[in-house]
């Protein structure tokens, strides 16, 4: 069973010859989500200087992230 962040997504060997694991594929899926969800935002009117904005537009991309690791289950 894959761990529920969906596992590293870019995991490299370093200079020093040891593997790094890099971020999980769910942080990856939400950094792809949020250029969208910020660009959605702004073509709203909407002010990045809004209370909550960051943490609404953050959740969200999670949201989605976690929606496209269960499709990947199904």
Request: no cysteine.
């Amino acid at each position: 069973m894959k761990p529920i962040d969906g596992g590293h997504a870019f995991p490299a060997m370093n200079d020093n010859g040891y593997w790094v694991k890099g971020m999980t594929l769910r942080q990856y899926y939400a950094a792809e989500a949020m250029k969208p969800l910020i660009q959605n935002f702004l073509a709203k009117g909407l002010h990045l200087d809004q209370d909550d904005w960051m943490a609404g537009l953050a959740g969200d991309a999670f949201r989605m992230a976690d929606e496209m690791l269960e499709a990947e289950e199904e």
